[in-house]
């Protein structure tokens, strides 16, 4: 029984169930339909590709959607595109809070200048409520810790294909403004540097160690391969890599459970999700999750949950 105030009730006082003691759905679950189970699941955004001229005003503007998928690999839903307003915003760098909240940063592709904005986000109807202002800056990956350190990575241009530094800041989740950072991310004491500003994703481990998806810099051919970088965010220094296998091209990544094992996006033709096992470098146990869950030809996407989704 839904009681005023409650979001999920499975007629028990257990946590770690998907349906808290306090009746909140918890973290890394999804409670869709009243007297059904709640499951593990994560949400996921795929927008339409900017198209050359990159780095300029996209000639095919803010086109988004949203899709709610659980971890066991069984599709739940799509959004229609994103929205602010009722008019069509970009989306990338979600993230769930500790209140398994969703939220993302917006901006919109005509207007590169402006940057994007941090925005709670309604998975169902893809409608976007502005939280913080315009930073003149666009956030391609951001994740949330348990103690609800927001972390996102920066760019100043939304799109651009070449080689690009990776910042690292601190986002204030309740203004939605920069607290620490924007700062350059450095790799045995030089620049982080990827090929195209929308690889790298943010994403917690379950005992807090932070996590960025990264690529080799460029340009293709070869596609460059990706990289999974654990980071100190204090002084902004990547403290171990993994490479990826080289048929992945990954962009939003999210761990699964209390292991090594991450769901990956691949943007590298059509918008595969995989798991990877991070434990067992340099080949990559992979394993599809999802064939092309979103039906857009993607510029950007990425993937929000948490550490905490059951592991398969």
């Known amino acids: 029984m839904i009681d005023p105030g409650e979001l999920c009730d499975d007629g028990n006082v257990e946590s770690m169930d998907g349906c808290a003691s306090s009746c909140v759905i918890e973290c890394g679950y999804l409670c869709l339909e009243a007297g059904e189970a709640c499951i593990s699941g994560f949400n996921a955004v795929q927008c339409a590709s900017a ?3 990159f780095g300029q005003a996209s000639p095919l503007a ?3 959607r949203l899709a709610t998928l659980s971890v066991d690999g069984s ?4 959004s229609p595109e994103t929205s602010i307003n009722g008019q069509p915003r970009h989306l990338d760098a979600m993230y769930t809070d500790p209140s398994n909240a969703l939220f993302g940063f917006a901006g919109d592709t005509e207007d590169i200048k402006g940057g994007s904005q941090l925005v709670s986000v309604d998975a169902a109807s893809g409608e ?4 913080g202002p315009s930073l003149g800056l666009w956030v391609m990956g951001a994740a949330m810790n348990d103690g609800a350190d927001l972390w996102v990575t920066v760019f100043d241009t939304y799109e651009r294909n070449e080689n690009t530094q990776v910042l690292l800041a601190k986002v204030d989740p309740i203004s939605g403004e920069f607290v620490v950072g924007p700062t350059t991310l450095t790799e045995g004491g030089k ?13 917690f481990r379950f005992d807090g160690a932070m996590f ?3 690529n080799e810099p460029g340009p293709p051919p070869p596609e460059p391969a990706s990289r999974y970088l654990q980071v100190n965010p204090v002084n902004a220094t990547v403290l171990s890599a993994v ?12 761990f699964v459970g209390e292991e090594q094992k991450i769901v ?11 798991i990877l096992d991070l434990a067992a470098p340099p080949t990559l146990n992979e394993s599809l999750l999802y064939p092309d869950p979103i039906p857009t030809n993607s510029g950007t996407a990425d993937l929000a949950g948490c550490s905490k989704l059951k592991p398969q």
């Open 51 to 53: 198209g050359p001229p």
């Open 75 to 78: 599709y739940i839903a799509l």
């Open 212 to 214: 960025i998806s990264a």
């Open 62 to 64: 803010n086109v988004c």
């Open 264 to 274: 990956a996006m691949d943007i590298r033709g059509v918008d595969d999700i995989y």
């Open 128 to 131: 976007m409520t502005p939280i």
């Open 191 to 203: 620049p982080v540097t990827v090929w195209s500003t929308h690889v790298s994703d943010v994403a």
């Open 243 to 254: 490479e990826g296998p080289d048929d992945i091209y990954a962009a939003g990544i999210v």
